[in-house]
């Protein structure tokens, strides 16, 4: 069955099959004026279009690509809005120069007031307004000491005293709270510090804990065995810990995560540098490190249970500080 379609934006009529609507939910490109329109929304039968349009129209469906289209109204004339001219005063041509300017043409003709009539001619006086002079003197006059206001309160000498102590004490308290927190840093970086810091920390009950970096480690080689066949549930973990920096690294901790046979993940287990250190340095973990471009390897030993692990991974991460 024949349909017929109206383009909306330049309503040009056109013959369309209904399988080729509905193929594309209605969505059709006009060939007269190129813009896509819903051809669902103006599709009728070819006796409904016939029926309804006027005689120039129905001479035109048998080729409703060259359609009339109806002409558009034209828009009456408009003036083009310009923006507003800032208001700026212009002062006043002198007479002469505008004669001269434009030869033959004054602003206004200069009429005799001798020749007004009487009535015209009014005589009226203004009294002139007294303009008050002030003398050279109050510009340039130099106030005294003793002609200042010298009224508002001053502080005291034990008043100001007093905020000097304040502020020298407000600036160690925050000397001391930088020095706390990057005490780690000072240590590394500059080796001589380290013995004033642990004094310092001695008298107030801190530590000065190892610089923890774990971006500046690598691992080169990691493994995990079991110890016992006949214990599978028991193994061992190892791990060569290379530093890369030029600086001393403290321990890291060990996040190990052990897998399947599918790499998925079965249990994760952080290991503190007071699990795998030997028993002689576990009191001092926290301020232990490896040396600058040194390597070490690192064992421990931990009971998996019955967990069917097949694989793990390693990665390091900054070391607890108690």
């Known amino acids: 069955m024949a349909m017929v379609t109206t383009c909306p934006h330049c309503t040009t009529s056109f013959n369309v099959e209904p399988a080729v609507l509905l193929s594309r939910n209605g969505r059709v490109r006009c060939g007269q004026c190129k813009q896509v329109f819903d051809g669902l929304l103006t599709a009728v039968t070819l006796e409904e279009f016939q029926s309804t349009a006027d005689t ?69 006086s203004f009294p002139a307004a007294p303009v008050p002079i002030l003398a050279p003197a109050a510009f340039n006059r130099v106030y005294a000491d003793d002609e200042l206001d010298n009224t508002a309160p001053q502080p005291s000498t034990r008043t100001r005293r007093l905020w000097a102590v304040a502020a020298t004490l407000a600036g160690l308290l925050l000397a001391g709270q930088l020095l706390y927190r990057y ?12 013995l004033i810091l642990v004094q310092v920390c001695g008298w107030v009950g801190c530590r000065v804990p190892a610089l923890q970096q774990p971006a500046a480690l690598n691992i080169e080689a990691s493994d995990l065995q079991v110890v016992d066949k006949e214990q599978p549930h028991l193994v061992q973990l190892t791990a060569t810990v290379r530093n890369r920096a030029a600086i001393d690294i403290g321990y890291p901790a060990l996040d190990l995560v052990l897998t399947d046979n599918r790499e998925h993940a079965l249990a994760r287990r952080v290991i503190t540098p007071a699990d795998y250190l030997p ?17 070490v390897t690192l064992r421990v030993d931990m009971d998996i249970g019955g967990l069917p692990a097949g694989g793990f991974r390693l990665n390091l991460t900054p070391a607890p500080i108690p």
């Open 56 to 124: 120039a129209m129905g001479d035109a469906v048998p080729g409703a690509a060259s359609a009339t289209v109806p002409p558009e109204p034209v828009p009456e004339a408009y003036w083009l809005a310009l923006p507003d001219a800032p208001d700026v005063p212009v002062p006043p041509m002198p007479l002469e120069i505008a004669a001269a300017a434009n030869p033959g043409y004054l602003p206004y003709e200069p009429v005799e007031q001798d020749a007004l009539p009487p009535e015209t001619v009014t005589e009226t």
């Open 183 to 194: 005490r780690s840093e000072l240590a590394a970086n500059y080796p001589v510090t380290k």
């Open 279 to 295: 028993g002689p340095q576990v009191a001092q973990a926290a301020q232990l490190a490896i040396a600058a471009n040194a390597e």
